[in-house]
């Protein structure tokens, strides 16, 4: 487990990377998938996704390693001096703060559709926030003991769920295969990015890892967990659903189990087991994302951690009640999908490239 000079284990940091990608991501991406490409070949797209986002994170660990980042906005300084590297780093906590408002706008829907119809969103929007304040206090080590203890959980009742589902599940749904060539697939690339919201979170994770050596195959497990879990989920969602009614419903992950009952058990519909599951990783990934929007307001102005806590409830809270509906909700996605490029791949080569100038200059 964590150490006691605040370092997180390799294990831990695939924990936390894992818990930060299994968001709403998982519940929308079959249906984000098929209406860009228009056909079943999906899991295609994911698998391609995947290689070229694997070997994104082996590039940045290797230039991460190289130049021995303990601190993300100190080499941000180091590169664009004090005030730009601030202005910086307020845009990508801008971000973080945008992703944790969204993810509990999306949980709080969820909650309100299917759960809750009778309660206020806004109280149940307040109630996450609070809760992971109060799970923040403990900093990194305490989201690391979250996901450690949640993650094996949602992983065995997913799949749990997934296996009492085969026997509705149409493969020939699936059939054939790559049937528009390879064209749309090609355009496809690119497309459910929201599901990979959260592999980011590594580069401001490098260094508080204990051991710098293994960063690189924690990052990686954690990213391949949730990669796998797509694509079985694209696979059994589509093959029941069918391409047309996958691009027809909000939640096309829920519908799916939704659309089969098991008899036999003390509970024969499926989507409650489901529902509890995602509601707790709702929590997480806001909760993570929320830590790195206050630790980031800490790096940036030198402030206190635990008052930028509190700052950033009513700020997370109304950013959360701007969205009106659940078109709105994917509107405010779309928006966080232009600037996940910039924070995961954009910012970290450009800063690296700087820097690299500079202490080369300095050094001949």
Not at 46 to 51: A, D, V
Request: hydrophobic fraction near 55%.
């Amino acid at each position: 487990m964590s150490q006691s000079d605040g370092k997180i284990l390799s294990g831990e940091l695939a924990a936390i990377i894992s818990c930060s990608m299994l968001g709403i991501g998982m519940l929308t991406l079959p249906r984000t998938i098929t209406e860009k490409i228009h056909s079943s070949d999906g899991w295609i797209v994911l698998i391609f996704n995947g290689i070229a986002i694997a070997l994104l994170i082996c590039l940045l660990v290797a230039l991460l390693k190289k130049h021995k980042v303990a601190n993300y906005y100190t080499y941000m300084e180091e590169a664009y001096g004090k005030w730009l590297s601030k202005l910086i780093g307020l845009v990508v906590v801008v971000y973080f703060i945008g992703v944790a408002s969204f993810e509990v706008l999306a949980m709080s829907e969820m909650v309100w559709f299917y759960l809750l119809e009778e309660t206020p969103v806004e109280i149940v929007i307040l109630t996450m926030i609070l809760a992971s304040v109060h799970l923040l206090t403990g900093k990194i080590k305490a989201i690391a003991k979250a996901c450690v203890f949640f993650l094996p959980l949602t992983i065995v009742i997913v799949l749990l769920i997934y296996l009492f589902s085969l026997r509705v599940v149409e493969i020939k749904n699936l059939q054939p295969v790559l049937a528009k060539g390879f064209l749309p697939v090609m355009k496809g690339m690119g497309s459910g990015t929201l599901s990979f919201f959260g592999i980011e979170l590594f580069i401001f994770l490098f260094g508080v890892v204990k051991n710098q050596n293994k960063v690189r195959n924690g990052v990686l497990i954690g990213f391949f967990i949730p990669l796998i879990l797509y694509v079985i989920t694209y696979v059994l969602v589509v093959a029941t659903l069918t391409v047309p009614e996958v691009k027809a419903v909000t939640w096309p992950t829920i519908s799916f189990i939704q659309s089969y009952e098991v008899t036999g058990i003390f509970l024969e519909r499926m989507e409650l087991f489901l529902l509890i599951t995602w509601i707790l990783q709702f929590f997480l990934t806001h909760a993570i994302y929320y830590y790195f929007a206050a630790e980031g307001l800490t790096k940036i102005f030198n402030n206190s951690y635990t008052t930028n806590l509190i700052v950033l409830v009513p700020i997370v809270f109304f950013l959360a009640k701007i969205p009106e509906n659940t078109i709105e909700l994917f509107k405010m996605s779309d928006l966080l999908g232009y600037i996940f490029p910039f924070v995961l791949f954009g910012l970290p080569i450009i800063t690296f490239i700087i820097v690299q100038v500079k202490r080369s200059r300095r050094s001949g």
